[in-house]
């Protein structure tokens, strides 16, 4: 079964206030992503687990934080949205060091009013 | 430096006919290919890779790519489009050294009846 499963599917947040974005696997991968999908454009890697270490992108590293408390969950936390976060957040996972497939949720809508 | 070009932002079919969405990728070690599919409200869907072997890859839905070490090309071909291939094709390039998948800016394809 390689399912990954995002919740909420949509969420609406208001200028300033916290987001919080949840994805599980139960396909014990050892690597967990976040990406952040605007249209017309590439998926944007924002940060990611390996294993219990996490790795953030370089020109995001401010704006968003995660956490991973178990091998099959991790979340996304944005701590003060702006409207510029207005996005589909997708959450992956994959095993192995290496370049291998990444396995994707169904993806979070978020709308920043 | 890593990178995908897809130059076709958004590529028209018919129903019926064959179908190429172009992709070339710059990297500096073996690189893995793939091929991934996001349809409406919905999240990247793993079409096919390439690892190694034959160039020729199969994928779902009767989807093919072809590895031009040469060309640095992993085109995506399908011999008889159907209306439901409507959606967003994304090429990504990855290796065995990183956990990071780049991807191209996608290519719509819209077939039409």
């Known amino acids: 079964d390689t399912t990954v499963k995002q919740n909420p599917r949509y969420k609406l947040a208001r200028v300033g206030k916290p987001v919080n974005l949840i994805c599980s696997q139960t396909?014990?991968?050892?690597?967990m992503y976040w990406y952040q999908k605007k249209p017309n454009q590439a998926p944007k890697l924002l940060l990611f687990?390996?294993?219990?270490?996490?790795?953030r992108e370089a020109d995001t590293f401010e704006k968003f934080q995660s956490s991973r408390p178990n091998n099959s969950f991790c979340s996304l936390y944005i701590g003060s949205a702006g409207l510029e976060y207005s996005a589909m957040y997708l959450c992956?996972?994959?095993?192995?060091?290496?370049?291998?497939?990444?396995?994707f949720g169904p993806g979070t809508r978020l709308t920043v009013l | 430096a890593q990178s995908v070009t897809q130059p076709d932002a958004r590529v028209t079919v018919s129903e019926g006919a064959s179908l190429q969405l172009r992709c070339k990728y710059s990297y500096s070690g073996t690189p893995y290919l793939f091929w991934y599919v996001q349809y409406p409200r919905q999240g990247l869907q793993l079409l096919l890779k390439y690892y190694s072997g034959d160039p020729v890859v199969q994928g779902v839905n009767g989807f093919e790519a072809e590895f031009i070490k040469s060309n640095s090309s992993f085109h995506l071909r399908k011999a008889s489009v159907h209306w439901s291939d409507s959606a967003v094709y994304f090429c990504?390039?990855?290796?065995?050294?990183?956990?990071?998948?780049?991807f191209g800016d996608g290519t719509q394809l819209v077939v039409k009846p």
């Open positions: 396909m014990n991968h050892d690597t």
């Open positions: 992956a996972s994959s095993s192995g060091t290496g370049g291998y497939e990444q396995y």
């Open positions: 687990y390996y294993d219990k270490i996490l790795n």
């Open positions: 990504a390039v990855s290796g065995n050294s990183n956990n990071r998948i780049f």
